[in-house]
């Protein structure tokens, strides 16, 4: 009979292991490979288009406000954001499991008197485990820093903006073909720099000079241009905040027929002559005002920080008057001398504007190089996943704190003989090296936080501090509370430019401001770590409170395996949504900004060496740095609230009575010593019926041979046979359960010596079966267990008679074994 094909996906699970962790480290080297596809196709596109590494692509281009590039922005880092989470998770699911020392690592070092971690991340275990284990442990980690400090900034965003605009004031007849004489009504004449003051200019009053030819080509070309509300002309003219959207300007005021002047008489003045108030005077005129205007950025004051102030040359021709709305807007048209008033006619009142469009300011971005970089990275780390994946001998290392339970029980260490009552504290006080005896039971409060040493918890809120130093710094220097307010959460012209040449370029300015990224990651990693504790150390603790099966990685009988390493998904999921939600909020705290246009390159804008020239991103380009207030405020308080978290997590009581191990592996060992007069096998027995005993005895009963059993669908038909083989193996110990799969492996029945069975027992050659005590145990360790005092053997007891007081034993116990509670000021061994 042929048999049927396997999917893809069950031949890469047949491949590569599907027990427990190993099937969530197969879906996190799924997500990393799906990952490394997608940048690497996102690469070649990049390096088609800008046909170099050294370039940007920039993808997007549109209005600089809050609907058009900086929402994209914000919405494109946060997606980002996310997609970088689940590298960095995938990466550091990896960096665990490498950190899982074997038992015979953990034996060795408790022969040197020192101990491991179990079930947690851990710096100490890296240097301390397998070259093969501490060189992957590397690349992972290595892999990982330049993404903290490229992925935020691979896609940024530009913002340019012009500064030179013709700004004229005048009637709807200017634009239509009406009369009109330069300088126009106002006699305003500014001079060539646009300085906006009254001195002369031939320019102005020769009708051939280029001054007088943009004049009227304003004049021809106007009415063509976009017609925008006077409250949004003012909006883009009067608040200056440089040209985004329109350039030049037509002003039309409320004066349908323009303005009758009269002069009187051989009126003359210095700057313009009497001829010209003879041609002009009672003639109706169009024009009010023009000239050539400029809006730059500039500072105010002196100092390491502040929000880049716009300087318009032109605004005291702009101001409104007190009684102006949002809706009106009515120019109080500023005058330097009362000789050239033309008063009757002031204030000019806004009609609507004829604004010329600009290309859109803003664009969005790619750096191709930073884009090179991630993706090797990402690279680099799923080749790693597979080679651990195929490479690890994960029937060895202790990865949950019940594979270190089961290893522990199935192989007991000697170093931690008579050590039961032995606590975390008490190793790290060295408790360890005292004779192995009976110790007083003292009962205590024990709280999660006791799981975490106090050397931890002050590294860890160190680090914490570390984190928020610089955005506290910052937050500072913002000067007083209104100053803190401002501003918005990402790029905005209300945020703050740092004003130093801190760096040379673009890349140097990515280092430099994602390095609180990188910091950032490490407060997540302190922080998971400290949650992991809690959990296993609660873990641990109900194991005192019910018999329960050890959550391990090759579960057999009534052990289990789960997806997860050691922190619960109710857990998990808050903490990787916290983690995305500060790296986002931190990318949009501090930026690097990329300028484009005049508006930047003022002469103050440029001593204040607010922005640095970058040709790598286009011409004329410039960089700097920029933090948002508000958003590092909003970021203090989010951190301090997730950070207070453990602290409330520590606080509640751990439930039952068992010693607090946290990680420790001598600790875990020293509990883990369980009893030779163990009602295991008569428990197991106990399960089965009786006419199932017979059947076991047939399957088993094979003696001085060899009998081998095999798990295959396609093998065993019966579901009857299967269940019934099933629990023979569990009898044995040998049983390999896989969640939903009941996988059968090659078994070996015991000799002569250990497990033997009759072809038709009753019950009472069951009860008098006697194998060896690693029988014993491993068939302990596949129960369900409970800690807790258990009753020894007369040996043992015979060995403390000098006691006045009673000597027991704490360790791990099956239902049958009645597990009792220590006795306050009773000696346990």
């Known amino acids: 009979m042929a048999r049927p094909r396997l999917s893809i996906w069950s031949r890469i699970r047949s491949a590569f292991g599907t027990t427990g962790w190993r099937r969530a480290a197969l879906v996190n080297t799924t997500i990393m490979g799906v990952s490394t596809l997608i940048l690497i196709s996102f690469l070649i596109a990049a390096l088609a288009q800008a046909r170099g590494i ?107 903006r012009e500064s030179s605009y013709q700004l004229t004031i005048a009637t709807e007849g200017f634009v239509n073909g009406g009369p009109y004489r330069v300088p126009g009504t106002s006699l305003v004449i500014p001079d060539s720099d646009s300085s906006d003051t009254y001195l002369g200019s031939d320019a102005y009053l020769e009708p051939k000079s280029p001054v ?63 001829d010209f108030f003879k041609e002009t005077n009672g003639s109706i005129n169009s024009l009010w005002y023009s000239a050539q205007c400029v809006m ?67 664009k969005i971005g790619l750096s191709v190089m930073l884009l090179l970089a991630i993706t090797l990275c990402t690279t680099i780390k799923f080749v790693q996943c597979l080679v651990v994946l195929k490479g690890l001998d994960y029937r060895q290392s ?63 809120y160190v680090i914490y501090i570390v984190c928020l130093f610089p955005v506290c710094f910052c937050l500072w220097i913002a000067g007083s509370f209104a100053g803190i307010l401002t501003g918005t959460v990402g790029q905005s012209d209300s945020n703050f430019l740092i004003r130093s040449r801190l760096t040379s370029g673009f890349l140097s300015a990515t280092l430099l401001v994602n390095s609180p990224q990188l910091i950032l990651s490490f407060c997540y990693l302190s922080y998971n770590t400290l949650f992991t504790r809690m959990q296993m150390a609660r873990e641990w603790a109900m194991y005192s409170m019910r018999y329960k099966g050890l959550r391990v990685t090759e579960p057999t009988g009534s052990q289990f395996a789960t997806y997860r390493l050691q922190l619960p998904y109710k857990y998990s999921i808050p903490l990787i949504t916290g983690s995305v939600l500060l790296h986002w909020m931190m ?87 369980v009893s030779a007069m163990s009602k295991a096998r008569e428990q197991s027995l106990d399960n089965l019926s009786p006419s199932e005993r017979e059947s076991v005895s047939s399957l088993l009963h094979a003696p001085d041979t060899d009998a081998h ?13 299967s269940d019934l083989a099933e629990r023979a193996l569990i009898l044995g110990g040998y049983s390999q359960t ?29 009860r008098e079966m006697k194998g060896s005590d690693d029988e014993l145990r491993l068939l302990i360790s596949q129960n369900k267990i409970k800690w807790g005092v258990v009753p020894m053997p007369p040996g043992f007891l015979d060995q403390y008679a000098s006691f006045e007081d009673p000597v027991g034993h704490l360790g791990f116990g099956v239902a049958a074994d009645d597990v009792g509670v220590p006795i306050e000021d009773w000696y346990y061994a």
């Open 54 to 160: 050294y370039k940007t692509v920039m993808f997007y281009s549109g209005a600089c406000g809050s609907s058009g590039a900086s929402r994209a922005n914000l919405a494109l880092h946060l997606l980002l954001n996310i997609f970088s989470t689940a590298i960095f998770a995938s990466s550091n699911f990896f960096m665990q499991v490498l950190n899982a020392p074997s038992r015979d690592e953990v034996v060795e070092a408790h022969s040197r008197g020192s101990w491991l971690d179990i079930g947690i991340p851990s710096l100490r275990n890296a240097v301390r485990v397998s070259r093969f284990k501490t060189l992957s442990w590397a690349v992972f980690f290595l892999s990982s820093i330049p993404l903290h400090l490229f992925f935020n900034s691979v896609i940024f965003q530009t913002d340019r």
């Open 212 to 274: 007088s030819a943009n004049i009227s080509s304003v004049a021809a070309e106007g009415s063509t241009w976009n017609q925008i509300s006077a409250a949004k002309c003012r909006n883009e003219y009067e608040q200056c905040h440089g040209l985004q959207k329109y350039r030049n300007v037509v002003i039309v005021i409320d004066q349908p027929d323009g303005w009758t002047t009269t002069y009187p008489t051989n009126y003359s003045t210095s700057y313009i002559s009497a």
């Open 296 to 362: 730059e950025a500039t500072f105010q004051s002196v100092g390491f920080t502040e929000a880049p102030q716009c300087d318009n040359a032109c605004q005291n021709r702009l101001q409104a008057t007190a009684d102006s709305s949002e809706e009106t807007w009515k120019i109080d048209f500023q005058f330097d001398d009362s000789q050239f008033v033309q008063s009757q006619f002031v204030p000019l009142p806004v009609s609507y504007c004829l604004a010329e469009s600009i290309q859109p300011g803003c």
């Open 398 to 460: 202790l990865v949950t704190l019940g594979d270190a339970v089961t290893a522990f029980i199935r192989e007991p260490d000697p170093h931690t003989v008579g050590q039961c009552t032995l606590s975390r504290t008490g190793v790290r006080r060295s408790q360890r090296t005292l004779a192995p005896g009976p110790r007083r039971w003292h009962q205590r409060p024990r709280r999660m936080g006791s799981a975490v040493s106090k050397r931890t918890w002050i590294c860890t």
């Open 587 to 673: 990318s949009n705290t501090f930026y690097v900004v990329v300028f484009e246009g005049d508006y930047f390159k003022g002469e103050e804008f440029q001593e204040e060496n607010a922005g640095i020239l970058d040709d790598s991103l286009g011409a004329d380009t410039q960089v700097s740095f920029g933090y948002s207030p508000i958003s590092i405020l909003a970021f203090i308080i989010i951190f301090l609230v997730i950070t207070l978290a453990p602290c409330i997590l520590g606080v509640f009581r751990l439930p039952g009575y068992m010693r607090s191990v946290g990680s420790n592996s001598w600790a875990i060992s020293a509990a883990c010593h």
């Open 709 to 721: 059993l095999y798990s295959d669908a396609n093998v065993i038909q019966g579901e009857n046979r």
């Open 738 to 766: 896989h969640n939903d799969d009941i996988e059968m492996r090659s078994i070996r029945h015991a000799s002569s010596d250990s497990l033997h069975i009759d072809p038709a027992p009753d019950e009472s050659v069951f």
